[in-house]
């Protein structure tokens, strides 16, 4: 495939997956519409509960970048018969370390119940079992994108955000469900996505009675650093929401969640190039060629997500205008939402501030998240430790800020802006070539003796 084929290739699947995402975004943002019904406190406690499934999420993380490395690897029939072997086993394993997450909560539960402010253990509870499709979902889209299957990816993305906006409003509106309802219809969409991952990714883990031992020790040499790896970026993106409702309590969390969404819309805005990305390295480096896709990633995740940005500072500034001069909207709402408005001017100028610091903020971590997978794709781990001490040293400093809101969020920008700078530097600061990198592991050794 010629250069430019290589080009329209990458456009038309990224194209795709960001269509796709973003459809599926729209449907997720459509679920906060329901954020007046569920009220301030309930609300909050949602976005609580999504926090601690993003959190969850981190060990299928690695699980997803090594199945997709593995895929696209697997060229020969032996390497297929282990990416079998490969698949079943940790579908298996998975499962006891969800039922083992799941006995802790169940021992821990009033700890939990009460740290989160959680009124119904039912909340707590679906968010676990949420932790179960977090660990077999990344498996199975692992090996889509291995597979280069980027049309069902974006399936599973839709049906994932559209499923649960559907789930959540027949609970919410209909059976009248809050923060309980509004979590287990999340649940029903991302079981939605899993299944048809399942389904599409049917003839690599179902396939009968392959015949190779699985071995263990490569892939915890694998799974490790990239679990540690993209689970910094993880952390990064989802503990201040847990900590603020921790150490906040209850009050303007709801406030805080919805500034939160916007900005971390604009991280997985980003997502699906890097989808499209990581296998294509992985394939590319397995052919020992060379490829110029981490640079044309890079420059579409910073286009689109400062416009993006820029966008949502207007949408404040506007909000901040409204709130200044609710006598504008008067002519264009009913009297109750009129009253409802002028009565959260206060709350609707905060959300507007916490939207501006928020998004600005977010976004070294959105480049951050692309340069990190192009490390993780090419098996450069040396980075995975440095990571790790700029996520002590956030994770310290988060819980000496309080104060307010501006600040958790000022200090998960400084952060965020550490560590782009710390991927950077191992991206370009010492790069080898890529063969010559490929050269040093242990795939290309077994094969080249």
Known sequence: MSKEDHKKDFARQGSWMVITTFLSGVCMLAVHVFA????????????????MVNLMAIPGLGLQSVFAQQT???????EKERLTVAAKKLLAWTFFLWFGWALFVFIFQKKFSEGLSIAKPVALWMTILIGLTQLWGPILTGILQGQQKFWWMGWVAIANGLGRFIAVAVIVLLFHGRATGAITGTFLGISIGVLIAAL?????????KPQFDFDWRSWLARIVPLTLGLGAGQFI?????IFVRAVFGQDQTGIYSASGMFGRGLVAFAAPLTMVMFPKIVHNISHGKKTNVLGYTLLATAVMCGLAAALCTVLAIVLKHFAA?????????????????????????LLATLITWFVWCMLPLALANVLLNNLMARKQFRVVPYLLL??????TTLTMSGGSFVRVIQVLG??????????????????????????RTPDLQEKNS
């Open 414 to 439: 400084i952060f965020n802006f550490i560590f782009l700078a710390v991927i950077a530097i191992f991206t370009w600061g010492g790069k080898t070539s890529e063969v010559a990198a490929l050269a």
């Open 36 to 51: 007046p019904i569920l009220g301030d406190k309930e609300y909050g406690l949602f976005g609580a509960l999504l926090a």
């Open 237 to 241: 993106l989802s503990a201040d929401m």
């Open 72 to 78: 696209a690897a697997a060229v020969s029939f032996e």
């Open 390 to 395: 700029v996520i002590a040293g956030y994770f």
């Open 325 to 349: 001069s609710p006598e504008l909207l008067k002519t264009y709402l009913s009297s109750a939402r009129f009253e409802w408005f002028t009565n959260r001017t206060a709350d609707v100028s």
């Open 200 to 208: 599409q990714s049917r003839a690599v883990w179902l396939r009968v």
